[in-house]
């Protein structure tokens, strides 16, 4: 699942664009298909939590991988069509050994809008949990506003914090100690959003995301996708249940009922 530092690693991949010109613009949208980049130099590439942005001059490309999207770069000519998957951006660059695509596929959102809105249209989001200029009091903040909502939902609300994911949200919470459905008020905020920064920040420019610093194939972390799997600390058999109801990927959690344990009244799962 794409998280914070899944874009961010996109990004930098994709730097390369910047003061390259397009030579062709597809944008698969209906709402964009008339837009045209062509003859404009791409001026730089950026995240923002889950988000990524491409500006071309005065219009910004604004992307969201969603659950299913990813991006892909090829010589122009080479096949690079997947099986079930749709294109919705198709941009090709200008290279000294012959034209450069890059493929948005199965992207969640496309949008186009003026460079100059970015402040105004962004400004919903709380800070980036992969800044530079991390403000980790601000996040503090925006989840105490909240203190009758539960910590796992206001971890993954990205108007308190953007990037942060299901996955990342799972293992804030086990090493915290917290079960995903105690209220705000019932935790140490300040404590989680050190977690968050601190596991992010050290998974940025990892090919593999670890939380628990072993790296082999089944031992990356503690409890996300590990539904009646021994926990790592005490062998209890890892919990799964639901924040509010099932069909959202996101109000799946997983916990440990001894390292993490629910509030009585809870009944998620």
């Known amino acids: 699942m794409p998280e914070g530092d899944s874009v961010y690693q996109l990004s ?15 944008l698969r949208v209906p709402r964009f298909a008339t ?35 990813t991006w892909s770069i090829h010589r122009a000519g080479t096949r690079w069509r997947k099986p079930g998957h749709t294109a919705r951006v198709v941009l090709r660059l200008a290279d000294k050994q012959g034209e450069i695509e890059i493929v948005g596929h199965e992207l969640g959102l ?23 200029d991390f403000d980790h009091d601000e996040v503090v903040r925006r989840i105490l506003r909240t ?10 609300d990205q108007k308190n914090a953007a990037g942060i994911g299901n996955e990342y949200r799972a293992e804030i919470c086990f090493l915290a100690g917290t079960h995903p459905a105690r209220q705000v008020r019932e935790v140490d905020v300040d404590k989680h959003v050190q ?13 593999v995301r670890v939380t628990t610093g072993v790296k082999r194939a089944g031992e990356t972390s503690y409890v996300f996708g590990r539904n009646n799997k021994p926990c790592r600390r005490c062998t209890t058999l890892i919990r ?28 998620g799962g």
């Open 110 to 132: 496309v949008d186009v809008f003026p460079t100059r809105e970015y402040p105004t249209r962004m400004s919903y989001l709380g800070p980036d949990m992969l800044a530079e």
């Open 12 to 26: 930098k991949r994709l730097q390369f664009m910047a003061g390259r010109e397009v030579t062709h613009t597809s």
């Open 147 to 156: 203190p009758d909502t539960e910590i796992g939902r206001a971890l993954l």
């Open 195 to 207: 977690l968050a920064r601190k596991l992010m920040w050290a998974n940025k420019d990892s090919p």
């Open 240 to 267: 799964k249940g639901f924040l509010g109801g099932e069909g959202d990927l996101e109000r799946v959690i997983w916990w440990c009922p001894r390292c993490q344990p629910p509030a009585p009244s809870w009944h």
């Open 35 to 69: 837009v045209d980049f062509t003859g404009l130099t791409c001026d730089r590439v950026w995240p923002l939590g889950k988000h990524l942005f491409m500006q071309f001059g005065p219009e910004t490309l604004h992307t969201h991988l969603k659950m299913e999207g």
